[in-house]
């Protein structure tokens, strides 16, 4: 057991126990006595709290407590895992929850589910205990993440699917997926939110936890809430119309996917020609700043995975001109 002085001039008493930590905190300082009693308290005040309570009746809590404050498709993501977890694990009590049914659960779960999504099945979970039970410390042996590059789309790929969605319904939001919106937003876009040449992106189209679609007031983050400058086509589609698509995000994804197949390109989702954009406006001299900015990401990593597909495509092109000239060398 550790006792310590706050910077605030409280004590503090800490105690593991079983792989739980508890925590006391108390404004004068206890004797010895006094510190084991309150922690034997809160012992049998954290014992008696969830007894009872199984992960599927706690998952279920925590989801209901949070559908005020998170989004649709977030809340969806969570009874999505709920409802993918074993029946076993669902019916154990949250008290029983330790290291080593919670490292045989990701060992089962891992043989039929990828990395990301054991990981964040695994986030679920320690969120959960951290509302019911947070003196209780899980630590497991987590699949690691295969590390794979994305495809971004070629100048010539964008060339060659444009060339079959001009004209169709499909034009204006693929020109907004390469001016860097995601499709949730592009489906979510209306006639009041463009004025002359600028768009202001402010919410997203997602399906609730029964999956039915509906427009939420704001983007998938604070830092997407933007607005850019569109083509003047782009801007007279959606004063004409009213919309930017009319129809659902899926839609768009099945459109570009039989494209893609009909072409014979390689396969990559709408999402990559946020890529396609970063990528551009980087070829183009644009600071990171603003690149981000257009784009609402809310951290670089996407430039950074841009920057290294831009390095193995130089090396590529390296090694290319390297066999040609190697090849003339000795012909």
Not at 128 to 141: Q, R, S, V
Not at 221 to 249: C, D, L
Not at 302 to 327: G, I, N, P, Q, W
Request: aromatic share 10%.
């Amino acid at each position: 057991m550790k006792i310590e002085k706050l910077p605030s001039g409280s004590y503090r008493i800490r105690q593991q126990y079983k792989g739980k930590r508890y925590t006391v905190v108390v404004d004068y300082k206890p004797t010895q006595k006094e510190a084991t009693q309150l922690i034997a308290a809160e012992f049998d005040k954290s014992s008696i709290k969830h007894t009872h309570m199984t992960v599927k009746t706690a998952a279920e809590t925590y989801i209901s407590t949070k559908e005020a404050v998170l989004s649709p498709s977030t809340i969806r993501g969570y009874s999505a895992y709920l409802k993918n977890m074993p029946e076993w694990l669902k019916s154990t009590l949250l008290s029983d929850l330790d290291n080593v049914i919670m490292q045989k659960f990701i060992g089962e779960f891992s043989k039929d589910h990828n990395a990301k999504y054991v990981r964040n099945v695994y986030g679920f979970l320690t969120a959960i205990l951290g509302m019911f039970c947070p003196n209780t410390i899980i630590h497991a042996t987590l699949p690691t993440k295969a590390a794979t590059e994305p495809y971004i789309p070629s100048d010539d790929d964008i060339k060659k699917i444009f060339e079959i969605a001009s004209g169709t319904d499909y034009e204006i939001p693929l020109i907004l997926a390469c001016y860097g919106l995601r499709r949730s937003e592009i489906c979510a876009i209306s006639e009041e939110d463009i004025d002359r040449d600028v768009l202001r992106i402010h919410k997203a189209k997602v399906q609730d936890q029964n999956n039915k679609w509906i427009i939420k007031p704001y983007t998938k983050n604070s830092t997407s809430m933007r607005t850019i400058v569109v083509p003047e086509q782009v801007a007279q589609y959606i004063q004409e119309h009213g919309y930017a698509f009319k129809g659902y995000p899926n839609n768009i994804t099945d459109w570009l996917y039989n494209t893609e197949k009909k072409l014979g390109l390689q396969s990559f989702s709408v999402h990559k020609l946020r890529h396609y954009f970063c990528s551009k406006m980087t070829a183009l001299g644009v600071d990171e700043a603003t690149i981000l900015d257009m784009g609402g990401w809310k951290t670089d990593y996407v430039m950074k995975r841009v920057y290294r597909h831009s390095m193995m495509k130089e090396e590529e092109a390296r090694r290319a001109t390297s066999d040609k000239l190697k090849a003339a060398i000795w012909s």
